[in-house]
Protein backbone atom coordinates (compact mmCIF):
# COMPACT_ATOMS: atom_id res chain seq x y z
CA UNK A 1 0.00 0.00 0.00
CA UNK A 2 1.34 3.66 -0.88
CA UNK A 3 0.27 6.26 0.73
CA UNK A 4 1.03 9.52 -0.19
CA UNK A 5 0.08 13.30 2.14
CA UNK A 6 -0.04 16.50 0.81
CA UNK A 7 -1.52 20.12 2.02
CA UNK A 8 1.10 21.11 4.15
CA UNK A 9 2.71 24.77 4.04
CA UNK A 10 2.69 27.62 6.07
CA UNK A 11 0.11 29.09 7.49
CA UNK A 12 -0.55 31.73 10.61
CA UNK A 13 -2.39 31.31 13.64
CA UNK A 14 -5.72 30.76 13.71
CA UNK A 15 -5.73 29.92 9.96
CA UNK A 16 -6.58 26.62 8.31
CA UNK A 17 -5.18 24.04 5.92
CA UNK A 18 -6.42 21.04 5.06
CA UNK A 19 -4.42 17.46 4.29
CA UNK A 20 -4.90 15.01 2.12
CA UNK A 21 -3.46 11.50 1.88
CA UNK A 22 -4.44 9.58 -1.12
CA UNK A 23 -3.89 5.76 -0.79
CA UNK A 24 -2.90 3.04 -3.86
CA UNK A 25 -5.63 0.64 -2.18
CA UNK A 26 -9.42 0.15 -1.47
CA UNK A 27 -10.91 1.69 1.25
CA UNK A 28 -12.82 -1.88 1.88
CA UNK A 29 -9.17 -3.90 2.32
CA UNK A 30 -8.26 -0.77 5.59
CA UNK A 31 -8.99 -1.05 8.84
CA UNK A 32 -7.96 2.55 9.59
CA UNK A 33 -6.52 5.19 8.73
CA UNK A 34 -4.76 8.25 10.45
CA UNK A 35 -2.59 11.13 10.85
CA UNK A 36 -0.26 11.24 13.04
CA UNK A 37 2.56 14.08 13.55
CA UNK A 38 5.94 14.74 14.93
CA UNK A 39 7.59 17.93 16.01
CA UNK A 40 11.02 18.67 16.35
CA UNK A 41 12.87 16.81 19.10
CA UNK A 42 9.13 15.05 19.93
CA UNK A 43 8.19 11.86 19.72
CA UNK A 44 5.60 10.91 16.60
CA UNK A 45 1.74 11.09 18.08
CA UNK A 46 -1.27 10.11 16.96
CA UNK A 47 -3.56 13.37 16.05
CA UNK A 48 -6.70 11.67 14.62
CA UNK A 49 -7.81 8.34 13.60
CA UNK A 50 -11.04 7.22 11.22
CA UNK A 51 -12.24 3.38 11.81
CA UNK A 52 -13.55 2.65 8.15
CA UNK A 53 -16.17 -0.31 9.13
CA UNK A 54 -17.87 2.15 11.70
CA UNK A 55 -16.53 5.28 10.23
CA UNK A 56 -15.79 6.06 14.45
CA UNK A 57 -13.30 8.85 14.88
CA UNK A 58 -10.21 9.34 17.18
CA UNK A 59 -8.98 12.58 18.21
CA UNK A 60 -6.02 13.78 20.29
CA UNK A 61 -7.20 15.83 23.34
CA UNK A 62 -4.89 18.54 21.60
CA UNK A 63 -7.04 18.91 18.60
CA UNK A 64 -10.61 18.11 19.62
CA UNK A 65 -13.06 20.80 18.10
CA UNK A 66 -10.19 22.09 15.78
CA UNK A 67 -9.11 18.90 13.24
CA UNK A 68 -11.74 17.17 12.05
CA UNK A 69 -10.88 13.68 9.87
CA UNK A 70 -12.75 12.33 6.80
CA UNK A 71 -12.47 9.99 3.98
CA UNK A 72 -13.49 9.83 0.00
CA UNK A 73 -14.12 6.40 -0.65
CA UNK A 74 -14.31 7.08 -4.16
CA UNK A 75 -11.23 8.81 -3.95
CA UNK A 76 -9.37 6.11 -1.33
CA UNK A 77 -8.44 9.75 -0.06
CA UNK A 78 -8.15 10.81 3.98
CA UNK A 79 -8.76 14.68 4.90
CA UNK A 80 -7.70 15.99 7.99
CA UNK A 81 -9.19 19.51 7.99
CA UNK A 82 -7.21 21.81 10.73
CA UNK A 83 -9.04 25.06 11.84
CA UNK A 84 -7.79 27.71 14.65
CA UNK A 85 -4.10 26.17 14.35
CA UNK A 86 -2.04 27.67 17.01
CA UNK A 87 2.20 27.42 16.91
CA UNK A 88 2.16 24.02 18.48
CA UNK A 89 0.31 22.38 15.78
CA UNK A 90 3.73 22.55 13.80
CA UNK A 91 5.26 19.33 12.91
CA UNK A 92 5.60 16.95 10.25
CA UNK A 93 2.38 15.10 9.66
CA UNK A 94 2.27 11.67 8.52
CA UNK A 95 -0.64 9.05 7.19
CA UNK A 96 -1.08 6.20 8.18
CA UNK A 97 -2.96 2.95 7.88
CA UNK A 98 -3.61 -0.55 9.05
CA UNK A 99 -5.15 -3.10 6.88
CA UNK A 100 -7.28 -6.02 7.53
CA UNK A 101 -4.06 -8.16 7.37
CA UNK A 102 -2.85 -5.97 10.37
CA UNK A 103 0.08 -4.59 8.03
CA UNK A 104 0.99 -1.07 9.10
CA UNK A 105 2.50 1.71 5.89
CA UNK A 106 3.41 5.41 6.46
CA UNK A 107 3.51 7.65 4.22
CA UNK A 108 6.23 10.31 3.40
CA UNK A 109 5.27 13.40 5.71
CA UNK A 110 3.93 16.56 4.92
CA UNK A 111 5.44 20.10 7.08
CA UNK A 112 2.85 22.00 8.63
CA UNK A 113 4.08 25.38 10.25
CA UNK A 114 1.92 27.64 12.02
CA UNK A 115 3.62 30.84 12.20
CA UNK A 116 3.28 34.75 11.68
Known amino acids: VQLQAFGGGLVQPGGSLRLSCAAS????????MGWYRQAPGKERELVAR????????YYADSVKGRFTISKDNAKNTLYLQMASLIPQDTATYYC??????????WGKGTLVTVSS
Open 96 to 105: HTQITTGMNF
Open 50 to 57: LYTDSDTE
Open 25 to 32: TRTSSIRY
